[in-house]
């Protein structure tokens, strides 16, 4: 059983910064893409920033010069540090990672529970 734990989250003031951590653990072959996203209240989930295993990266343009995407291919974690916080990036952010699990041949897509992000004065 493949799981994806995120941390990190929490509340803080426009401006300020916050990094969040997705840790996977269980029977893992190999991880492929790695993925944040996140969903404010009313709103659809959003693609964030995506990682290859090569730590090649991309992100969502409201979020670009702001954040940035690490991976330790080690520790099987990602990271999102998040800096320049805005209110309009209060959200649950969530984990995704491409996993072949041990034992399979497949890719298959997993997604961790979610941390809440608040940006507010």
């Known amino acids: 059983q493949v799981q994806l734990v995120e941390s990190g989250g929490g509340l803080v003031q426009p401006g300020g910064s916050l990094r969040l951590s997705c840790a996977a653990s269980g029977s893992i072959f190999s991880i492929n893409d790695m993925a944040w996203y996140r969903q404010a209240p009313g709103k659809e989930r959003e693609s964030v920033a995506t990682?290859?295993?090569?730590?090649?990266?991309n992100y969502a343009d409201s979020v670009k010069g702001r954040f940035t995407n690490s991976r330790d291919n080690v520790k099987k974690t990602v990271y999102l540090q998040m800096n320049s916080l805005k209110p309009e990036d209060t959200a649950v952010y969530y984990c995704?990672?491409?996993?072949?699990?041990?034992?399979?041949?497949?890719?298959?897509?997993?997604w961790g529970q979610g941390t809440q992000v608040t940006v507010s004065s």
């Open positions: 995704n990672a491409g996993v072949i699990p041990g034992g399979r041949a497949n890719e298959l897509t997993y």
């Open positions: 990682i290859s295993y090569r730590s090649n990266t």
